[in-house]
């Protein structure tokens, strides 16, 4: 397992994803589902939080996230009007629990920071969802060295590839930037292997 020492010092810059990087995803969405089946049981009496709950729980360790709400729609016959609702909480969403960062991915953001380095979090999510993710892990105390960026709002805007655009943004060059992601997130990246790359199971 990699720590920050292992790392080569020429490295000025660290870009990460978000999901499953920083912190697993699941611990979103699992929330997300929870407060959805409170707010059905609440507003329409059935069924019960707890099955609905167990069931989006099984399904998304199953299937994943990908039409999650039709699933449970056809097994308990929730109606199509609160499809809304589900859509919208995962942007509004305001969790019971903080998010908490891997372990040892909050250890590395750490020792970056302490050799003043960049930190940049780059998500190829939907802004609004990511923002709120954001908004609720707890980054003890990180949260202010962080710059974060978003490549459905560089892309299409700026017609550049969302690393030319950080490296230009900070004057660095290629080789002073290393990407921190995973496989679900390499596509967030412009030929990553022309680039400094690490997958972050080598860290966790």
């Known amino acids: 397992m990699l720590t920050y020492r292992d790392l080569n010092p020429k490295y ?3 870009v990460f994803s978000l999901d499953n990087v920083l912190y697993p995803e699941q611990d979103y969405l699992l929330q997300v589902y929870y407060l959805f089946s409170n707010f059905i049981e609440f507003t329409e009496g059935s069924p019960v939080a707890t099955d609905l709950i167990d069931f989006f729980k099984n399904a998304y360790l199953k299937h994943g996230s990908e039409g999650i709400f039709d699933r449970a729609k056809d097994a308990f016959g929730i109606d199509e009007k609160y499809r809304d609702n589900f859509n919208r909480l995962h942007t509004t969403a305001r969790l019971p629990l903080k998010l ?3 372990p040892n991915v909050l250890k590395l953001l750490q020792d970056i920071i302490v050799d003043r380095k960049e930190i940049i979090i ?3 999510g939907l802004p609004e969802i990511q923002i709120n ?4 892990t707890e980054w003890n105390g ?3 060295y962080l710059k974060v960026y978003y490549v ?4 299409p805007e700026l017609e550049l590839d969302a690393i030319s655009y950080i490296l230009k943004q900070l004057n660095l060059k290629e080789h002073e930037l290393l990407i921190i992601s995973s496989e679900e997130t390499d596509k967030e990246f412009t030929n990553p292997i022309t680039l400094n790359y690490l997958n972050i199971s080598e860290f966790i």
Do not use: H, P, R, S
């Not at 459905?152 to 892309?155: D, L, Q, R």
């Open 12 to 14: 000025k810059a660290f």
């Open 100 to 102: 908490l960062l891997y």
């Open 122 to 124: 780059l998500t190829n």
């Open 133 to 136: 993710k954001i908004m609720q």
């Open 142 to 144: 990180l949260e202010k």
């Open 152 to 155: 459905k709002e560089i892309v």
